[in-house]
């Protein structure tokens, strides 16, 4: 088994295949983090030091002992009231409202296969692809109960942890804070990286020396948020793209979180993952518990790109679940920016039409079709169809636009309600308010209370009776708002429940419907709405310039097969900027391929290059989704933009390049290419040209001479 316990020193070990972790139980009964990095065979308990340090407490069951102190030795799952003054994991009030809990070791347990959560997602794998540990803390007074648990992949290089907190006291305990893992290094000079952004610039990536004091990301707005992506690495100093060691944390959660990094007085490092502390006071009842989502961790000796590999493979086959994770999916043409709110029935069959003429898949009919909705001001929480604007029923509708031989489509937000709607007229107490306070409107709209059960059971009922009465292809499950006018401690955590109990329902219910998640783009891009919906819209700006630095940063720890990425029409609706089609399609592929335009308002020539990119996708995509993706340059630091993804064999490659800059009397341009093999040698596809596979590796393709601004260019090579 992949887990190893030393009854006779106390130590756990995980080993994975390039990887092990280890801690153990001291002569006091506290869980001590040893080591994790490189696979080793050795019991790393050598690193712990003992020593008087200063201001250092002492616990009181360590006697005269000032050598040992929580505030110095590495630690499993610190807490709160320890004499440990770094970061906490834990921090627990009892029902007089004092702050301590004093974890000690109680029992464990290891087992084969991979442990669940329920009402949570989770990493996922077959019985025989993963084992399990379980490790039980408890409390010195007895108020409460942790359970660590371990979740090790082996060939993946991955260990999960979460948490579970009891109450096994009389009186009621309250949460303050709770993470899910905890890393302690006892030495180290790291960079942290992270992923910051805004509403249509996601996921820009933010490389920094860590110094000592500490460093957090995090979200409060309900969400995981455009503005801070719950994944972060802790990289050496000197490690690359592809050489050095780099550390990640993976928060499988769709609300708030917190990450922090802290390096101590004595140059020790902390990394901590869990639910966000701000508005999270959460009260467990007697013999309640509480369950801390998923962080997923993962090693790298080979740099920022194998981490990434690891992260990506894992989402696509230990997290996405559904018939659509590996097979072809639809690509796509989405009414929004062609039409926006004005639209009818017959413009979307028109759309259908041009679809199948182009060889698109699938019409996705977006915003406008219920209530009164023809602006974004009423009719959200009201999801009956507006047959008059339709010109028929939803069926009507969607026989029509299947009769021209492609699939249908529809947009929902059945997490938001109007204050212009029947749902609210009828229950206002149904959208999150602070009772006696005017709510916070954002868009126009008001956030529902899925933290209460007949609030969801009523939308989910809704959502069912569309989705029993016609035949839907697809759904854009979107949310276009924070959270605000939060009333209770609870609310935050009870409501992304409450959207993965709607979630799992429907998808379990219609087990044939592919769900793309969405929130205003990009802002609940995380690994716990990928195990409901497989891919997201990365991001409501499609500007492909733009785009090219979302998807750079969204790919160090998501696979491209989770991506929503189309081609819209110039001027781009966000930036103004007008770019090839070409260059639009080659960084639409990048993703889960579609469009968001007017095929009416193009030429005959824009539409045999559509027909053709349709194509190009289609005869790739497994290659794009399913292949090793590499980047090969950064589009922050470097003239162009380019990855590329090898198929698992190495036969195949698809290479993907976009110009950022133009210059007169240009340099020439080289791409050195990764993840082929150096013996073999690769025909170009579109040139004839021979290369071989060393070659291409240490000297690179030639890029051709630019004749515009932002050309871009794709390279098929094939092992001869």
């Known amino acids: 088994m992949a887990v190893i316990y030393d009854s006779e020193k106390n130590i756990f070990t995980l080993h994975t ?118 490790i039980t803390l408890r409390d010195e007074t007895g108020i409460v109960e942790v359970q660590l648990m371990y979740g090790v992949l082996e060939k993946e ?26 890393l302690d290094f006892v030495s180290g000079d790291f960079d942290v990286i992270s992923f910051y952004g805004k509403h249509n610039m996601e996921r820009m990536l933010q490389r920094q020396p860590l110094g000592h004091g500490t460093f957090s990301v995090g979200s409060c707005r309900g969400t995981s948020s455009h503005q801070y992506n719950p994944g972060v690495i802790l990289a ?59 962080a997923v961790l993962s090693y790298s000796a080979a740099g920022l790109s ?19 994770v590996h097979t072809s999916r639809p690509v796509l043409i989405n009414s929004w920016e062609a039409n926006h709110f004005d639209f009818n029935g017959d413009t979307i069959v028109d759309l259908a ?16 079709w219920f209530g009164r909705r023809n602006d974004d001001n009423s009719s959200l929480g009201d999801w009956k169809v507006n047959e008059e604007k339709l010109g028929g029923t939803l069926k009507q509708l969607i026989d029509r636009v299947h009769a021209e031989g492609v699939k249908f489509g529809i947009w929902l937000e059945p997490e938001m309600v109007n204050e212009d709607s029947d749902l609210y007229r009828a229950h206002p107490d149904w959208a999150i308010q602070i009772p006696g306070r005017k709510p916070v409107r954002m868009r126009n709209q008001l ?20 989705l029993d009465r016609c035949e839907i292809d697809y759904v854009k499950w979107d949310m276009n708002r924070s959270l605000s006018d939060v009333y209770a401690g609870n609310v935050t955590y009870d409501y992304v429940l409450g959207i993965y109990e709607i979630l799992e329902k429907i998808v379990i219910r219609y087990p044939n419907l592919l769900i793309e998640g969405c929130s205003g783009g990009g802002g609940r891009f995380d690994a716990g709405m990928m195990y409901y919906t497989p891919q997201i819209w990365c991001s409501d700006n499609t500007d492909a310039i733009n785009r090219v630095k979302i998807q750079y940063g969204t790919s160090f720890f998501y696979p491209i097969s989770v991506v929503g990425s189309h081609v819209t029409a110039v001027p781009n609706h966000q930036t103004g900027r007008s770019v090839s089609l070409i260059t639009r399609g080659v960084v639409a592929m990048a993703g889960t391929f579609g469009y968001e335009l007017n095929p009416a308002l193009m030429s005959e020539e824009e539409k045999n290059i559509v027909k053709q990119q349709v194509l190009t996708y289609k005869k790739y995509e497994s290659l794009i989704c399913e292949g090793t993706y590499y980047r090969l340059s950064s589009p922050f630091t470097e003239p162009f933009a380019a990855w590329m993804s090898v198929s698992r064999d190495k036969k195949q490659a698809l290479v993907s390049v976009v110009r950022l800059e133009a210059e007169g009397n240009a340099v020439s341009m080289y791409l050195k290419c990764k993840g082929l093999n150096p013996d073999a040698v690769y025909r170009e596809e579109n040139t004839g040209v021979l290369y071989d596979g060393a070659a291409l590796m240490a000297a690179g393709l030639v890029l051709p001479g630019a004749k515009s601004e932002y050309e871009a260019y794709q390279f098929v090579l094939k092992e001869m």
Request: contains cysteine; negative net charge.
């Open 17 to 134: 295949t390039n990887t092990t972790y280890q801690m153990k139980v001291d002569s006091y009964g506290y869980l001590l983090h040893l080591y994790y990095g490189p696979r080793t065979m050795g019991n790393m308990e050598y690193l712990l030091v003992y020593m008087n340090r200063s201001f250092s407490g002492n616990p009181n069951v360590a006697g005269k002992d000032v050598t040992y102190s929580l505030d110095v030795l590495p630690q499993e799952y610190p807490t709160l009231g320890t004499g440990d003054y770094r970061a906490h994991a834990l921090n627990i009030a009892d029902a007089e409202g004092v702050e301590c809990c004093n974890l000690t070791f109680r029992d464990y347990e290891i087992s084969k296969g991979k442990y669940t959560l329920p009402g949570l997602p989770a990493v996922w794998a077959a019985e025989d692809e993963a084992d399990t540990l379980k």
């Open 157 to 182: 290089d991955v260990i999960t942890r979460a948490v579970i907190i009891k109450n096994t006291g009389r009186g009621n305990v309250t949460l303050k804070k709770a993470a899910a893992a905890a």
């Open 236 to 294: 050496d100093r000197e490690a690359t793209e592809d050489a050095g060691s780099c550390y990640g944390m993976l928060f499988l959660y769709s609300g708030n979180f917190l990450c922090e990094v802290e390096k101590d007085q004595y140059n020790q490092t902390r990394f901590l993952m869990g639910l966000g502390t701000e508005q999270f006071d959460y009260s467990l009842a007697s013999g309640e518990e509480l369950i801390v989502p998923e």
């Open 306 to 324: 194998g981490l990434s590999r690891q992260y990506q493979s894992c989402i696509r086959d230990h997290v996405c679940r559904g018939k659509y």
């Open 353 to 368: 039409k041009e679809a199948a003429a182009l060889g698109i898949d699938m019409v996705v009919m977006d915003d406008g």
């Open 447 to 466: 956030v529902l209370d899925f933290s209460r059960k007949e609030v969801r059971d009523a939308i989910y009922d809704q959502v069912c009776t569309i």
